[in-house]
């Protein structure tokens, strides 16, 4: 497996608790951070990938767009 480098910049006492979490769990940082990141849900893109898929609703000379 290629590893590659993440740098972030967060608040001191963020990195502290991590500190303190990592060595509660008896786990390097790296660890918590893959394990949070594996948890996270991805999201389905849509077919126009804007997030929303538009429906139309025709009324007399209107026409109105919904989110759905």
């Given at each position: 497996?290629?590893?590659?480098?993440?740098?972030?910049?967060?608040?001191?006492?963020?990195?502290e608790?991590?500190?303190?979490?990592?060595?509660?769990?008896?786990?390097?940082?790296?660890?918590?951070v893959?394990?949070?990141?594996?948890?996270?849900?991805?999201?389905?893109?849509?077919?126009?990938?804007?997030?929303?898929?538009?429906?139309?609703?025709?009324?007399?000379?209107?026409?109105?767009?919904?989110?759905?």
């Amino acid at each position: 497996m290629v590893r590659e480098r993440l740098s972030i910049r967060i608040a001191v006492s963020r990195l502290e608790k991590l500190r303190r979490i990592a060595k509660q769990k008896e786990k390097r940082m790296t660890q918590l951070v893959e394990d949070w990141i594996d948890k996270l849900k991805e999201e389905k893109p849509s077919s126009e990938g804007l997030g929303f898929r538009p429906s139309f609703s025709v009324k007399s000379d209107r026409v109105r767009l919904f989110a759905l």
